[in-house]
């Protein structure tokens, strides 16, 4: 088989860590060209390219799991990495441009979809939950040291040289694919020509969704995780940009922020999470990561720019609830339901990653924070123009749409109050419970431990 060795999931940690790390160190200049692109609508904008891309995404993931599963891994590697990367160059090129391509390659950003079904090929069913801890964990190794270089050396020798960079380790991941990673799905198990046909329901994008009100328990929990991840999946598209502008954080702030939040956000999923688990159940777990992240948004919403660091502490202690939700639902599930269910929660998350983002931009125009430029009194002596950013301060809220989030998060606490901390999932599942979300595929069925997210989504920076 092409490739360097066997196929193992140190192949699919070296790709993703290099397409993470090539978008972190774009964190500072992106926020910086968006202002400029859209001086006037920066929020409502953003919100919308990344809306766009989130819903692309979600459409196109079950499909792209299924092609994968008849034409194998490393071409749908190769593509999901290429084109998720092919906005890099564009930057300085053409920031327009830069950011139609971005919205526009929603459609293959399902990378993690692709290295999960890879690694689910070369995996046993008691190895699986590993590896995927560490694809995520590399992930978010990935995040938390990259947007520091990357603001660093944009400080030091411009933003050019951090587009070029990035392109570079792109093109390196690129590189990788091709020459590195071996195939993973047995040939035996592909066929011959490229004509064979694909299971269209496990394509469906929609079919996850239909089965929700089957179950009353099931509704409850896909309530909750609606409600919960919707202003999860907004901030993430916009809270850097808030930061950066709103709150006069710098690029080495931001920077700092965001591996400040990633630590604490694994010591939370980890240790912090295995204690309450034990100690005070999972319900209570979910309850307490819900009330977290109310406290966070509302604070978000609110707050000053010291009190944000503090904030981001909180915001680590909310990351809990969703392996919670996992977890509940892997242990009330039959075998034969973990699929369906799990296929369920991953559905909820991607169609709520294209409305969030759309949400909360359209929430910051709605409320008009947007931002000015205005001339220093006094020019320096070189006689360019100096500018500084400042509030439309119309409103003694500078985050509205942090606030209308920690509304919803709230209601999804008074819905999980009624979930049964023990039930039995009854959900039908037929022919469809190979749908599992695409983190694997029809010839290896997984334990019920196994079908989980990622405790780090590849949601946008």
Not at 54 to 66: K, M, Q, V, Y
Not at 251 to 277: K, W
Not at 352 to 372: D, Q, R, T, W
Request: glycine share 8%; proline share 6%; aromatic share 12%.
């Amino acid at each position: 088989p092409q490739g360097i060795g066997s196929p193992s999931v140190y192949h699919a940690v070296i790709v993703i860590f290099l397409e993470f790390f090539a978008w972190g160190l774009l964190t500072a200049p992106t926020l910086v060209v968006l202002h400029e692109t859209f001086p006037k609508h920066t929020f409502l904008m953003n919100g919308l390219i990344q809306g766009v891309k989130g819903l692309l995404s979600f459409l196109s993931a079950p499909l792209i799991g299924a092609l994968s599963d008849v034409w194998g891994r490393k071409s749908f590697l190769l593509l999901t990495v290429f084109f998720t990367c092919a906005p890099i160059p564009l930057m300085k090129i053409s920031p327009w441009w830069y950011f139609a391509v971005i919205s526009v390659s929603g459609v293959f950003a399902v990378t993690f979809s692709v290295v999960f079904a890879y690694v689910a090929d070369i995996t046993q069913e008691h190895e699986r939950s590993m590896a995927y801890g560490l694809v995520s964990a590399t992930f978010a190794a990935s995040l938390v040291t990259s947007p520091a270089i990357g603001a660093y050396l944009g400080r030091v020798y411009g933003d050019s040289l951090v587009v070029v960079l990035a392109t570079a380790i792109a093109l390196l991941d690129i590189c990788f694919i091709l020459v590195a990673v071996p195939e993973s799905l047995p040939e035996k198990m592909r066929p011959a020509s490229w004509g064979a046909p694909i299971s269209w329901e496990q394509a469906d994008p929609f079919a996850s969704l239909k089965k929700v009100g089957q179950d009353s328990i099931v509704l409850l929990i896909c309530i909750t995780v609606f409600l919960s991840y919707l202003p999860e999946a907004g901030q993430y598209s916009s809270f850097f940009l808030y930061l950066r502008q709103i709150m006069g954080f710098s690029s080495e702030s931001v920077a700092a922020f965001i591996a400040v939040l990633g630590i604490l956000s694994i010591i939370a999923q980890t240790i912090v999470l295995s204690l309450l688990m034990r100690s005070i159940g999972n319900k209570n777990t979910i309850l307490l990561g819900l009330g977290f992240q109310i406290l966070q948004l509302a604070w978000y919403g609110f707050g000053s720019e010291p009190w944000m660091w503090a904030a981001g502490a909180v915001a680590a202690m909310s990351s809990i609830t969703f392996p919670a939700v996992s977890a509940l639902v892997s242990r009330t599930a039959d075998a034969d339901q973990q699929g369906v269910v799990q296929g369920m929660i991953t559905g909820i998350r991607g169609l709520c990653n294209g409305l969030g983002p759309a949400l909360y931009g359209f929430i910051f125009y709605i409320f008009h924070v947007e931002l000015n430029e205005l001339p220093m009194p006094e020019a320096p002596a070189g006689g360019g123009v100096v500018t500084q950013y400042h509030v439309q301060q119309n409103s003694i809220i500078p985050g509205p749409p942090f606030l209308f989030g920690a509304c919803s998060v709230l209601l999804a606490l008074l819905v999980a109050l009624f979930i049964p901390e023990h039930t039995n999932l009854n959900v039908r599942s037929g022919s469809w419970k190979k749908h599992c979300g695409s983190h694997g595929h029809p010839h290896s069925p997984q334990a019920p431990g196994d079908a989980k997210e990622p405790l780090l989504q590849d949601t946008n920076v």
